[in-house]
């Protein structure tokens, strides 16, 4: 009897170290979940702001077709496409978009782009924006 109660113990015991365990682990889980939640916060905020700012910015403003009144008769034209030079501006003005996402805190490297950058600068996303 008195065996019963002792190895009764000892199983409970050992029952009580593996769910001590699992309660360990579980935590950990909840740490990493809540870490990674505030950081996906963060970069939701810091993206929203971005989109509203290139909302704002960028709002179309050149129409499809261009109405114009000849004798009291209303014409569409059609807008004329950008040019080569527009094109080559583009591709500046992509690099410019590229170098301020960076420095609002955004990777821009094939690695990790449009992740938030939590740990200083990004050696990849500098060789980037040092190519020539």
């Known amino acids: ?23 360990g682990a579980m935590k950990e889980k909840i ?5 990674e939640n505030n950081r996906l916060s963060i970069e939701n905020g810091q993206l929203r702001k971005v989109l509203k700012r290139e909302t704002a910015v960028h ?16 014409i569409t ?14 591709v500046g003005q992509g690099y410019d978009n590229l170098a301020r996402l960076y420095h609002e805190g955004f990777h821009i490297c094939n690695l990790y782009y449009g992740h938030l950058r ?12 040092n190519k020539d």
Do not use: N
């Not at 015991?13 to 699992?22: D, I, K, T, V, Y």
């Not at 034209?77 to 583009?90: F, R």
């Not at 939590?118 to 924006?129: I, V, Y």
């Open 77 to 90: 034209l059609p807008v004329e496409e950008p040019s080569a030079t527009a094109d080559a501006a583009g």
């Open 31 to 35: 740490k990493s979940l809540l870490e």
């Open 1 to 23: 009897m008195k065996r019963d109660i002792f190895s009764q113990i000892s199983e409970f015991e050992s029952h009580l170290g593996s769910l001590h365990q699992e309660i």
């Open 59 to 74: 709002t179309p403003k050149k129409p499809v077709a261009a109405p114009v009144v000849v004798d009291e008769e209303i």
């Open 118 to 129: 939590t740990e200083g600068d990004c050696l990849f996303c500098l060789s980037f924006l």
